[in-house]
């Protein structure tokens, strides 16, 4: 039986989403999680030295509100009493990861390879006070930054381009040509929400796109000068790479 599970964590405190051999992970807490909770039913369905895949990756510091997984057991259990079981064995471990949701789905479902699309918000907080509460949650701005230019610069942005400026040099896609659906702008009260959606993304490609458009806002850079980057295919002539604890993976639809 494979089940789907979406899936909150806070990332501070996480080497990311993939397993990491040198400290926590996501998907080190949940695979520790089912095997407590289910140890003699998954001994024969581990996927390429995987028990749970993960629709993506992300980096260290980096959060989810709905990331979404799938694993196997070789067992068929009400799917309410799979989320509970999870979360009990989660907090026992006080791993900073709950499951919202799991469900049943057929075999051929993957969480990575049937996903049609994934979005990633990013939050600014642009005020002259830090924040307590907001500590690791956002990336605090205390310059005034210009939304408006902002949002013009983002506007080159859009549709299918090589992406080779906003890609880490770590990045190990295939291709820099990716295609952004969509990059909204939102101003709440002092917060500066990036809205971003694509079918995939490059290696610190929002973070990139944030950084760079920041700088646009705070007078660094001008609107232009964003198709100037684009087109120069060069991460050097680039903004900067905003910092993780900004970074939400928001959805993944199928």
Known sequence: MRYKITIEYEGTDLLGWQWQPDGNSAQGFLETA????????????????????????????????????????????????????????????????????AEKVSDDFHARFSAQGRGYIYRILNRRAPSVLLKNRVWWVPVPLDIEKMRQASKCLLGKHDFTSFRAAACQAKSPIKTLDKLDIIQKGEEIIFEVEAKSFLHHQVRNFVGTLKMVGDGHLQIDDVQKILEAKDRKKAGVTAPAEGLYLSKVWY
């Open 34 to 101: 089912i095997k407590q909770a289910f140890g003699r039913f998954v001994t024969e369905n581990i996927d390429n030295g995987a028990l749970v895949w993960g629709a993506g990756r992300t980096d260290a510091g980096v959060h989810a509100l709905a990331q979404v997984a799938h694993f196997d057991l070789n067992l068929d259990i009400e799917e309410w009493k799979l989320r509970e079981a999870l979360n009990a064995n989660l907090r026992d471990l006080e791993a900073p990861v709950s499951i919202i949701t």
